[in-house]
């Protein structure tokens, strides 16, 4: 059995099909891209997977455990719901950092709530754990700085050590440097490089198509809800067999 599995998932808002039968899975320790032109539903997968948005079909499955199955007409409390949200991790584009907060208060912000809730979480360590993940991030001299007075790459290593604190099952990243210049991607996709190293399971939605090639396992080609292609990265970018996939990849070349 995968250590992901997406079955059938369907969205619709409105009249709009925005996913029209996803499926697809991974393993663990694997990277995932996901890779497709604007509008394609690479953003509304990632909020079904994080449960930011409930499909309206399908199911999801991670480890053994049964996440969601439309199948099952039973309504999720909230309590319920920010439980299956902890398997995944979400890195936005626009960072999304509590401007009050310094680095380490966002990163030490999530856990320490939830340590009110859940007995097992050990409260002390919480910032000894967000230290160590701006030391992996490369911010050891960026603790108690506030989001104004950080880099937009720095701002976005921040936000990657806050989604690693809860320890999630998978990391999702969406579009993570598109709101950054040439200079602070590099930053980013340098952390997510070694991220990979060490055999992090990732979903990464992705413009960076050399990125996708070199450190993804899997490539996804999303194009109006489908998968149009998908299988392993460097054959899905660098010898596509579909024509729409060709279509969109020339303009990467």
Sequence with gaps: MSFLEVKNIKKNFGNTEVLKDISFDMDKGQVVSVIGSSGSGKTTLLRCLN????????SIRIKDELLFDSSVNTALSEKEIRKKRLHFG???Q????????????????APSLL????????ASAIRDRAYELLIQMGLSNRVDNYPHELSGGQQQRVAIARAL??????L??????????PELTGEVLKVIRELADKKTT???VTHEMSFARDVS??????????????GPSKEIIDSPRLERTKQFLAYYR
Excluded: H
């Excluded at 626009?94 to 912000?109: E, V």
């Excluded at 340590?115 to 050990?122: R, W």
């Excluded at 999702?172 to 210049?181: G, I, K, Y």
């Design 90 to 92: 979400l890195v936005f």
């Design 51 to 58: 449960f930011l948005e409930t499909p309206d079909s399908g």
């Design 94 to 109: 626009s960072f999304n950092l509590f401007p009050q907060y310094t680095a380490i208060d966002n990163i030490c912000l």
């Design 115 to 122: 340590s009110k809730e859940d007995p097992s979480i050990d």
């Design 165 to 170: 604190a809860l320890n999630p099952d998978i």
């Design 172 to 181: 999702c990243f969406d579009e993570p440097t598109s709101a950054l210049n």
């Design 217 to 230: 396992d899997i490539a996804i080609f999303m194009d109006k809800g489908v998968i149009v292609e998908q």
């Design 202 to 204: 990732m979903i990464i």
